[in-house]
């Protein structure tokens, strides 16, 4: 047996070894993360000047080229994920500014962004602590416990309709140009969001002097619109999931929770290229300082990691319905499934 098979026996049993394991993979390659940027701001512009003249020829024909540029839009989201955490280049200043200038496509204020997103990671898959930057999801005790309104709201919050249409137009349009829900963390989100604010203003200015108002949001709506819902369904599917974590504060361990709470989303190539290798997300949270291009790398050194949270493309659509942890069963249920294992106590359960 070799060294390398040794130290993969038990090593998802171990993820806190696991862990330290992984820290080699954190350095960034500079010019890799150069050619990176390049080859997905470069095609971005290109599919935009496309579809913004494929206007005049009819405007069903310019949108053929708003699914890539979508595409390429959520790639530079995860350039500006991967920022946030440090990892994209050796320079924090260099992180910082990448991931700044990349919010202003993206609608998200950089700063405000990061600060809600490393609370996800440290309390992801913790019962006891608020669940910033993640989907909101009960346990089957505590929806059966609330208000028969609240069951409603909270139903129509998880409807697909809501979550995968409403909801990515809400947070990308309107929920990030204000940090309501930041008004005790000092001044950092309101100079992130109204910087950013600003600067997406001057940029739509500039682009409607440039192309006009009506054919600047024909083409651009679409874009950012696409570009949402696809970001939405892949932090979605990063961990609501049936075999996913979750436990209360006594019992929770950061590192369980990254390896077993988040999954590995297997997708077609071209798909994974243009989600930036995101789906590799239990190996993510584990060390998050890993760039997302050497991401398959870790799967390749480590073939364990594989088949850990696996979920197919289609599974994970399975995955949809799925909306309550049932603490007796250690898996997420659905409305149904949670119905069907309690008396029932109301319509609306």
């Known amino acids: 047996m070799s060294s390398q ?14 862990r330290r394991s992984l820290s080699h993979y954190r350095e960034p390659r500079v010019a890799r993360s150069v050619v990176e940027i390049l080859i997905t701001v470069i095609p971005f512009v290109l599919l935009w000047g496309v579809a913004w003249s494929a206007q005049n ?71 006891d602590r608020p669940n910033i930057g993640g989907i909101e999801t009960l346990t089957v005790r505590e929806y059966q416990a609330l208000p028969r309104l609240h069951r409603l709201r909270y139903r129509l919050y998880r409807h697909p309709l809501v979550l995968f249409g409403i909801g990515p137009v809400y947070l990308f349009l309107l929920a990030n140009r204000l940090p309501f829900g930041f008004m005790r963390s000092g001044w ?12 997406i203003a001057l940029v739509v200015a500039g682009m409607i002097w440039l192309v ?17 819902v696809i970001g939405v369904w892949l932090f979605y599917v990063q961990h609501q999931f049936e075999d996913t974590y979750w436990r209360h504060q006594e019992e929770w361990s950061f590192d369980e929770a990254a ?34 291009y050497r991401l398959p790398e870790v799967l390749r050194d480590h073939p364990e990691l594989r088949d850990v949270g696996r979920i197919t493309l289609r599974q994970s659509l399975a995955s949809v319905p799925l909306a309550l942890w049932d603490e007796d069963k250690q898996r997420l249920v659905s409305f149904k499934e949670a119905r069907a294992g309690s008396e029932p106590q109301s319509a609306y359960q």
Not at 188 to 199: E, F, L
Not at 267 to 289: D, Q
């Open 212 to 228: 006009g108002l009506g054919p600047f949001l024909l083409v651009q709506l679409p874009i950012t619109l696409l570009g949402a």
């Open 188 to 199: 950092m989100p309101w100079v992130s969001t109204m910087g950013t604010n600003a600067a």
């Open 57 to 127: 020829a009819g405007y069903w024909i310019g949108l053929i080229a708003v699914v890539p540029a979508a595409g390429f839009l959520v790639r530079l989201f995860m350039i500006q994920h991967d920022c946030s955490h440090g990892s994209f280049f050796r320079s924090r200043r260099a992180n910082n500014w990448v991931g700044r200038v990349i919010g202003v496509l993206t609608l998200t204020p950089f700063d405000l962004w990061r600060h809600s997103h490393a609370t996800h990671h440290a309390t992801s898959g913790n019962l």
């Open 5 to 18: 098979d040794a130290s993969n026996i038990g090593a998802v049993d171990n993820p806190r070894a696991l």
């Open 259 to 292: 390896v077993h709470g988040s999954s590995h989303y297997v997708l077609p190539g071209i798909l994974r290229w243009f989600s930036a290798n995101i789906g590799v997300h239990h190996v993510h949270h584990l060390c998050s300082r890993i760039p997302s």
